[in-house]
């Protein structure tokens, strides 16, 4: 007899559906953990469907797809979950900013974040920066800290700056300060191990984004001269 998680976990990564709710159905009726149906059926099917999609195996609409299997399957094991299996493990607002209609990415993030167990506050597509300040301003007592991620410039700097004045609670935007923290601090071991000072070094940053401008803006604050550096417009880093 084959493996009922396993047997889920196949069907969602082949993105079927009615096969993966059914098999759900006949696990839990069997006595199968809905814990272990979650986490090694459903989360690890995802996991599987991530890694084909990076390595080309998949493309956006199977992803899509399997997304979707896994969003079928997680109303009929929701019930039988208990204790910290049925906790949401926190609390998600995302949407699109201002000017940017696709759904398609935003809604395959919903569908992994539910079934991941966290409650997700979708506020839809081409959302001016103001909603979102908003809305998670109004959640503030349920967050001990805020990630942003993913959010396009000038947006994302709009929305952490607001929500910095208005909250006392840690706003982190990892596209930008994640980014400028790694690449700040490559920079200054790279500067040691070939005897360089800062203050003689002039930078070339390959683009201005959110996180080439927030590379820019630390690297200042550690001692780089601005008259250093030297911003280009081209996506390419070829000669």
Known sequence: MSDPVETIKEWVIKGKKNEAVAATREALAAGTDPGAIMKDGLIAAMAVVGQKYSSGEFFLPQMMIAARAMTE???????????????????AVIGTVKGDVHDIGKNIVRMMLEGAGYEVVDLGVDVPADKFVETVASLEPTFGGINLEDIKAPECFIIEQRLRELLDIPVFHDDQHG????ATAGLLNALDLTGRKMETTKLVCNGAGAAGIACLELLRSVGFRPAGFSVRRETSMSP
């Open 73 to 91: 399957v997680i109303p009929v094991l929701k019930p039988h979950l208990v204790g910290e299996a049925a906790e949401s493990r926190g609390k």
């Open 179 to 182: 980014t400028a923290i790694i």
